[in-house]
């Protein structure tokens, strides 16, 4: 069974960092693209980053220059380097499994709560 489990996420000040894991187990995860995703209350999901299995980087506008999506293939695992973090970013992340051919499979994480206040 296909599962996606986020951790790192929490309380933190405007303007700090946190760090996001999203560990994947029973896919080939190096063939699949990654990504991280956020649903604020009241709101859509909406993309955060992505990065193929090429390492072809994608990011929201919102947080370019801010955010960084990285991959370790060795070790299943996706990452998300938060920093000068925002109250607007306040939001459930949720990790994304997605395969870019035929069958396009697609697997969520159960998210993780990110926090920005003072």
């Known amino acids: 069974q296909v599962q996606l489990v986020e951790s790192g996420g929490g309380l933190v000040q405007p303007g700090g960092s946190l760090r996001l894991s999203c560990a994947a187990s029973?896919?080939?995860?190096?063939?699949?693209?990654m990504g991280w995703y956020r649903q604020a209350p009241g709101k859509q999901r909406e993309l955060v980053a992505t990065?193929?299995?090429?390492?072809?980087?994608n990011y929201a506008d919102s947080v370019k220059g801010r955010f960084t999506i990285s991959r370790d293939n060795a070790k299943n695992t996706v990452y998300l380097q938060m920093n000068s973090l925002k109250p607007e970013d306040t939001a459930v992340y949720y990790c994304?499994?997605?395969?870019?051919?035929?069958?396009?499979?697609?697997?969520w994480g159960q998210g993780t709560q990110v926090t920005v206040s003072s």
């Open positions: 990065i193929t299995s090429t390492g072809n980087l």
């Open positions: 029973a896919i080939r995860f190096n063939i699949y693209r």
């Open positions: 994304n499994a997605f395969l870019l051919t035929m069958p396009y499979n697609s697997y």
